[in-house]
């Protein structure tokens, strides 16, 4: 299997467990070994008090781009630490975008930086993960 077809596996493999991505409509656009970009629509009952989505909905679409790019390489990874800064309001009905780029690995430990962004492509969110590589891994190898 190429690294390629190693991650697409990985990643089918990981969106058929997960079933609080799929509640929330995340899709899996592109994954690719230490990448992944993901997209959910902003629906009415994402929002919050103030009419714009919540922020733990956009932290949980760029925590799920996170787990799909640092497990692309079919060893069972988790987070160590990750935080998030919000950038602008997203209002209901758009279409969030979160692409997840591999920094660092090195050993155990990767660092991943996932951008967010609105349908006309504009930054409302920036998270920095930090994974950990545990036993195992996601599919048989």
Known sequence: MTPQELAEATAKAMYESDACSRALGIEVIEVRPGYARLQMDVRPDFLNGHAICHGGLMFTLADSAFAFACNSYNISTVAAGCSIEFLRPVRGGDRLTAEAVEQALSGRTGIYDIRVTNREGEPVAMFR???????GT????
């Not at 996601?138 to 190898?141: E, K, L, R």
Request: hydrophobic share 45%.
């Open 129 to 135: 993960g930090k994974s950990a590589q545990i036993k």
């Open 138 to 141: 996601v599919i048989p190898v």
